[in-house]
């Protein structure tokens, strides 16, 4: 079975640094774009951070950007969220995806890892 499985989550004050990581496993298929989505409670789920699995680019979104870097360790089959200056917008349940091809049409989560920031 595929599995996609984060870690890294927990409760931080605000202003803390926490640092995800997202790990596939049980496959031999070649991911082309990782990546991070969050959902606060009552909330879509919206696009965190992504890259091009490889040594390919990387971008995050505007509202964590300067905060926020995604990188992977493509060896370990593994992407990271480096996450610091952590607000208490940043609440929520941080799901890491997987794309098989290009489009986004094979696509696998994870089961998420949540974060919550104090103040």
């Known amino acids: 079975q595929v599995q996609l499985v984060e870690s890294g989550g927990g409760l931080v004050e605000t202003g803390g640094s926490l640092r995800l990581s997202c790990v596939l496993s049980g496959t031999s298929l070649s991911t082309i774009h990782m990546g991070w989505y969050r959902q606060a409670p009552g909330k879509q789920r919206d696009l965190v951070a992504s890259?091009?699995?490889?040594?390919?680019?990387?971008n995050v979104v505007d509202s964590v950007k300067g905060r926020f870097t995604i990188s992977e360790d493509n060896a370990k089959n593994t992407v990271y969220l480096q996450m610091s200056g952590l607000k208490t917008e940043d609440t929520a349940v941080y799901y890491c995806y997987a794309d098989f091809d290009p489009t986004g049409t094979m696509r696998i989560w994870g089961k998420g890892t949540p974060v919550t920031v104090s103040s």
């Open positions: 890259v091009t699995t490889g040594g390919g680019t990387s």
